[in-house]
C-alpha cells in the first residue's frame, strides 16, 4: 500500500504559467515531509523540510505547504530551468526511514 | 560547498558476482543511507546507519545486502550475489545530528547486472 502518492506523474507548463504539484500521505505519525528535486541522471536535491500542519517554506519561485493529508509544492512563473522531477518523502515516528512518492516530472517551456 | 560522493559512477557486473558501492558521505554527518531507484520507479529505501550499525532496513534489504562503514570517511554496500533484478542506480545519502533531517545524497552509482 502506497504511503505517499504524488500528482500529476507529469505537468507540463509555459513560462511563467504557475501551478502546483501535490503529495498526499497516508502515513500516522508524521514526523516530516520533504520536497527533493532530481535531475536527470543525478541524486535528489534537498528543497524543503515541513514537520506540522500549517507550515509553510519558500525559496525563490518555490513554496510547500503541509496540512495533515497532504503537502503542495507552489510554483509561481516558473522558468525553463525549474524542469526536473520533484519528489516528496515522508519520515514516520521515530523511525529513521523515508518514503518517496512517485515524483511529478515538471518540464517548462519558454 | 561539502557534497557526498560515490564511487564508480557505473559498475557493470554478471549475475552471481559479488559487488561493493562505495560513498563518501559529508564528514560531519553522523547518519547515513543507501537507496535504489530501478529506472523510471520511485526512489526505495533500503537501510539506515548510525552509530555503526543499521537503524532501520526496507524488506528489500534481505541477507544479500550487507553495509559498512570500515574506516572514518567511507560507507559502503556490498551486493553478494547479484541477480538481474539489482540493476538499478544506488543512492548514499547523509545527515548531521540536527534535528532538520534533510539527507544529502551523492550523484549515484549505475548498477548494471547481465
Known amino acids: 500500500e502506497d504511503q505517499v502518492t504524488q500528482s500529476p506523474e507529469a505537468l507540463r507548463l509555459q513560462e511563467g504559467e504557475s501551478s502546483s504539484l501535490n503529495c498526499s500521505y497516508t502515513?500516522?505519525?508524521?514526523?516530516?515531509l520533504f520536497w527533493y528535486r532530481q535531475d536527470p541522471g543525478k541524486g535528489p536535491e534537498f528543497l524543503f523540510t515541513?514537520?506540522?500542519a500549517g507550515e509553510e517554506k519558500e525559496k525563490e519561485r518555490l513554496k510547500a505547504t503541509l496540512t495533515k493529508k497532504e503537502s503542495f509544492l507552489h510554483i509561481t512563473a516558473p522558468k525553463p530551468e525549474d524542469s526536473a522531477t520533484y519528489l516528496c518523502a515522508v519520515q514516520v515516528g521515530n523511525f529513521n526511514k523515508f518514503y518517496f512518492g512517485s515524483g511529478t516530472k515538471l518540464n517548462v517551456k519558454p | 560547498e561539502p557534497e557526498v560522493t560515490q564511487t564508480p559512477s557505473h559498475q557493470v557486473t554478471q549475475m552471481g558476482q559479488e559487488v561493493i558501492l562505495r560513498c563518501v558521505p559529508i564528514?560531519?554527518?553522523?547518519?547515513f543511507y543507501w537507496y535504489r531507484q530501478i529506472l523510471g520507479q520511485k526512489v526505495e529505501f533500503l537501510v539506515s546507519f548510525y552509530n555503526n550499525e543499521i537503524s532501520e532496513k526496507s524488506e528489500i534489504f534481505d541477507d544479500q545486502f550487507s553495509v559498512e562503514r570500515p574506516d572514518g570517511s567511507n560507507f559502503t554496500l556490498k551486493i553478494r550475489s547479484t541477480k538481474l533484478e539489482d540493476s538499478a542506480m544506488y543512492f548514499c545519502?547523509?545527515?548531521?545530528?540536527?534535528?532538520?533531517?534533510?539527507?544529502?545524497f551523492g550523484p549515484g552509482t549505475r548498477l548494471t547486472v547481465t
Open positions: 502515513v500516522s505519525g508524521l514526523r516530516g
Open positions: 545519502a547523509s545527515r548531521d545530528r540536527g534535528g532538520s533531517y534533510e539527507q544529502y
Open positions: 564528514s560531519n554527518h553522523l547518519y
Open positions: 515541513l514537520y506540522s
